[in-house]
């Protein structure tokens, strides 16, 4: 069932392409664009709603999906049906494509099918998928290429020429998938429910991209080819992972924060008055976010409005001191460590604690600028 994210990721990933490009024509015509321009176009794709797909998913029951060939959906069900398969549950899900799933739970196998529509191509199809107990799994699946790269505990078997326009083409699959699992061990999935094993595989998918950092050069240029666009410059590629990079930060310190805060013992008072001041930096964390951060309170209290003799912008200057500093350091952590010796007097950070789990981190607490006895 992995597939289903992997076409997604394509689909997203080949609509971004497209924009960076008609954007980046735009950016060279006119050449009126801030030096701070690929964060603006990132953020804006952000606000839009997102160009990465979340790094959990819950899949919502549905009752009467409106799906683009209904009676397509009644015959590859009808067909799933004699192989075994018995209907488990009617989703859908955003991300952020819309995505509509039917689910499927075979016994005997065992294992499950994913029969599936995604919105913005429109397209039904179909994955049979079975778990072996080494915890590696398998899919059959028709859907075409997508140029994502997959983790190294599944396997894909595509059969793309099949279009899904006769039941015998679901026999098809399921023979292809009985081949690929004769004489190996199955893990048994009585008690397990398409929604439970969907869920699980997306997110232990995710985990595989957030160790890897997100979607990689090769992908992004895979999936260019794959429709048709020109080789993206190195420029589009990093706008186009910068989405990634801030989710997988966001969601890593989410995670952190809970866990600290949940293991620190603070009274009630104490935990308002830090929760808001908290500075999470860990491995992945995205140095864009902390030094943005750090120019910020560098600056806090400059008049950005008025340049300084160079005749270059406080902040920025500051901004660009700090990514070097950032860039010479061997990680996210080592940077942010060296970036705070820039910090002015009562602009200091406080070293409040540290994490190993779930993730290796350091936990700072921010100045109070609205401590009386710290105005500035």
Known sequence: ????????????????????????????????????????????????????????IDLEPMDEPEWTDSEKIAMLSAALNEAGYAPDGLYEAYAPVHIKIQGFKNRNLPGFAALYEIDQIGAIHLDLVCEYSDG????????????????????????????????????????????????????????RSFEEVFENSWARSMDWRIE???ITTAEIIRVAEINGQPKPSQEEIE?????????IDS???????????????????EWEETLDRLVIVHEKSDPTRLISELADIITYDNDLDEEEEDGED???????????????????????????????????????????????????????????????
Do not use: C
Request: glycine share 6%; charged share 25%; hydrophobic share 35%.
């Open 136 to 191: 590696t799994h398998v899919t059959v699946s028709t859907a075409p290429d997508d140029g994502m790269d997959h983790p190294e505990f599944s396997t894909m078997i595509r059969l793309s020429h099949l279009d899904l326009s006769k039941p015998e083409q679901v026999q098809e699959l399921y023979q292809r998938m009985q081949e690929e699992i004769n004489g190996k061990t199955m893990v048994d999935q009585t008690n």
């Open 239 to 247: 706008v186009a992972k910068f989405p990634w990079k801030e989710q």
């Open 212 to 214: 890897r950092g997100g």
């Open 251 to 269: 969601f890593i310190t989410d995670q952190i924060r809970k866990s600290y805060l949940k293991n620190t013992n603070m009274s009630g008072d």
């Open 1 to 56: 069932m992995l597939t289903i994210l992997y076409v997604a990721l394509g689909v997203i990933l080949g609509f971004v392409i497209l924009i960076l490009i008609i954007w980046f024509w735009l950016k060279y015509k006119f050449r009126k664009f801030t030096s701070r321009f690929a964060e603006e176009l990132a953020d804006a794709f952000k606000n839009a709603g997102g160009f990465a797909p979340p790094l959990r």
């Open 314 to 376: 406080p902040y920025l200057k500051m901004e660009h001191q700090l990514k070097a500093v950032f860039d010479s350091e061997p990680s996210v952590i080592d940077g942010f460590r060296k970036a705070m010796e820039l910090l002015p007097p009562r602009k200091e950070y406080t070293h409040h604690g540290s994490t190993e789990t779930p993730w290796r981190s350091e936990v700072y607490l921010s100045p109070n600028f609205y401590d009386d006895e710290n105005d500035f």
